[in-house]
């Protein structure tokens, strides 16, 4: 029984079924109500000196500021319907592949990193990361699900996660120590659910590597002899011409030193 396992023995009653699709609908209506009064999203995001003032519900809220940013110039309600639809999607696959519990467990920790991140490092985070450690736990699950960008181009869910993976370890590489410390504790939920597997499997490569590089050491080269006559020292390599038999005695010889016993019957 695994460690999670154990875990949810005990705590199994945090679980929400669910979880990601009532994210999903208070997203929506996040986003009414930002279109009733776009001062609305400064009310409820994740500003740390608010918080120290006394609006200890930003530390909740957040959650459902729906990501209106987009690559493409779509308008406002397009973005917001893709991140609430997107969310729901996701959220399904994850919670079939992982149950209710490890997703809940999941986001709980994906939220403390980033909150913790936000009031230790002064990080002006989002829910950006969060959303961001979903996905590429959703694409560990299904890398091959296929997504149509702007309807049109189809990508693997694998390439869109590489490809995002690649533009986050830019920013980290690039970026201040605040930014790196605050970026790993944001992404420690991915970290501690998927960091020993990734682990495991880099170690395997590894000694898969080593022990294909060994055996092609030890293999034979073209320089080296497949038959040599136990008698006379004789190879294909000296004599291709040579025909090779294996005696009685274990031994290999050519024809004309073949132990008599063993020798052909003359034509």
């Keep these: ?29 996040v986003f009414v109500l930002y279109k009733i009064d776009a001062s609305y999203l400064r009310m409820i995001d994740l500003d740390v000196i608010a918080i120290q003032h006394g609006q200890v519900w930003r530390l909740v809220t957040y ?21 609430v639809l997107f969310l729901w999607w996701i959220g399904t696959g994850l919670e079939g592949a992982w149950g209710p519990f490890r997703l809940t467990l999941f986001y709980f920790i994906g939220w403390a990193g980033t909150t913790a991140a936000a009031l230790l490092f002064g990080a002006a985070f989002s829910n950006v990361m969060l959303t961001a450690s979903l996905f590429f736990a959703f694409a560990h699950f299904f890398p ?9 181009l189809p990508l693997k869910v694998k390439w869109i996660a590489w490809g995002s993976a690649a533009f986050m370890l830019f920013q980290f590489v690039f970026s201040s120590m605040q930014y790196r410390a605050a970026f790993i504790a944001a992404m420690s939920n991915y970290l501690l659910f998927f960091g020993p597997e990734i682990y495991r499997s880099a170690r395997q490569r590894r000694e898969n590597a080593g022990r294909r590089q060994r055996f092609e050491v030890q293999s034979r080269s073209d320089d080296e002899p497949l038959h040599r006559c136990h008698a006379c020292g004789a190879t294909e390599l ?4 040579l025909d090779f038999r294996v005696s009685r005695d274990g031994e290999e010889y050519c024809i004309a030193h073949l132990p008599k016993i063993e020798a052909p019957a003359p034509r």
């Design 63 to 83: 959650l459902f500021v729906p990501q209106l940013g987009s690559l493409l110039p779509l308008p406002d309600w397009a973005n917001a319907a893709f991140f």
């Design 1 to 29: 029984m695994s460690f999670l396992d154990k875990l949810e023995r005990r705590i199994g009653f945090i679980a929400i079924p669910g979880l990601l699709r009532y994210v999903a609908i208070l997203s929506a209506l």
């Design 144 to 152: 091959d699900v296929v997504i149509y960008f702007a309807y049109v």
């Design 238 to 241: 000296s004599d291709p011409s």
